[in-house]
């Protein structure tokens, strides 16, 4: 079927048909709902090219991924963040454009998809404290939505976050709430401005306990199993072990929970631990209970979330720029218990 024939199906105009499909604010509601259900019944599916030659777009949205030896993009996390995106590109008739690119390289990728109108926005992953991206974006004139915030870049841009710093301070607070006092940290590269705004977190609800921040006890590089492994070794090896550790992801947790297992320790009795949990499709924190206390947030419906915003600015539905900092839940699992008696004995 085509939009000649859907339209005639539906006695209307195959200008109001077409503004119908790709969301145009002055069609009604009822109109609207009326002609996505007759395409979905019928499998009408747009002319991408036609498309993009009647709006001007060229139906495609922008990731650059660079290759870095110091944080790795392409994870489990960004891989459910991307399906997110992808989801809502899909619903729009959008497609997604990836170009992966040496470190030193990145600032010219995001130049070329300027110059070249290869897409009509991106989105921007990983910011670090002041972004020079975000600056170069706003000058360059290519609409995009900031997954994460750049603290100290003065450029208005949009963004989506969560909220770190909160979440941080609560997981810190209920684990001082169970008499824990000597609590690790291990955290993603604190360049990274996700990183940063969880150690101040951490240490805000230290410092507001009167306890001060103990840098044996903390510990940032790429959030991986290995290097949650070897940091807890390393503190569960000291003379004065933590009782608790609280990591920046699910996947440093699983090493932690290793090295507490291999020095005969019981997980929730003898060590607690606390995660960030990003909801990941494929690495779900347990069926039904949780395995690890975390705080949670889902980055495929952040990536759901980005897509939307991005094509809302492109298509003239919003203007920017756009703000959404979303709370992270609190959810109990079996890795948290009480502090030991021998570790509340100490601080006595």
């Not at 459910?80 to 010219?108: C, H």
């Not at 590089?221 to 569960?236: D, I, R, W």
Request: hydrophobic fraction near 40%; charged fraction near 25%.
């Amino acid at each position: 079927m085509n939009l000649r024939e859907l339209s005639d199906l539906l006695g209307l105009s195959q200008t109001t048909v077409s503004r119908a499909l790709n969301g145009y604010p002055e069609v009604k509601e009822a109109t609207r709902k009326r002609v996505m259900e007759a395409a979905h019944a019928h499998n009408y599916h747009p002319n991408t090219r036609a498309k993009s030659l009647a709006t001007g777009r060229t139906m495609s949205i922008g990731h650059v991924i660079p290759l870095s030896n110091h944080h790795e993009m392409v994870n489990c996390v960004f891989s459910d963040f991307i399906a997110g995106a992808g989801e809502t590109y899909a619903s729009r008739g959008y497609d997604m454009r990836v170009s992966v690119v040496d470190d030193s390289d990145e600032a010219q990728a995001y130049e070329r998809l300027a110059r070249e109108g290869k897409v009509d926005g991106v989105i921007v992953h990983g910011p670090r404290l002041d972004d020079e991206r975000i600056p170069l974006l706003d000058k360059l004139g290519l609409p995009f939505v900031v997954h994460g915030r750049s603290s100290n870049c003065t450029t208005p841009y949009s963004w989506l976050d969560v909220n770190n710093r909160s979440a941080f301070q609560r997981a810190t607070d209920f684990l001082l709430d169970l008499g824990h006092r000597r609590i690790g940290l291990i955290n993603g590269i604190e360049s990274m401005d996700f990183a940063m705004r969880r150690r101040d977190g951490y240490a805000s609800a230290l410092e507001a306990r009167g306890l001060p921040v103990d840098p044996a006890l903390t510990h940032s590089f790429e959030m991986t199993e290995p290097f949650g492994y070897a940091k807890a070794c390393e503190m569960l090896d000291a003379e004065t072990p933590p009782s608790a550790i609280i990591t920046s992801s699910l996947i440093p947790a699983l090493g932690v929970r290793r090295a507490v297992e291999e020095r005969g320790l019981a997980i929730g009795k003898d060590v607690s631990i606390i995660c960030f949990d990003d909801a990941l499709s494929y690495l779900p924190n347990g069926v039904g209970s949780p395995i690890f206390t975390a705080t949670r947030s889902s980055v495929r419906d952040a990536g759901r979330r980005c897509g939307e915003m991005l094509l809302d600015l492109i298509e003239g539905k919003a203007s920017g720029p756009i703000h959404e900092l979303w709370e992270a839940e609190l959810l109990v699992g079996q890795s948290t218990g009480p502090a030991p008696a021998q570790a509340v004995k100490a601080f006595a």
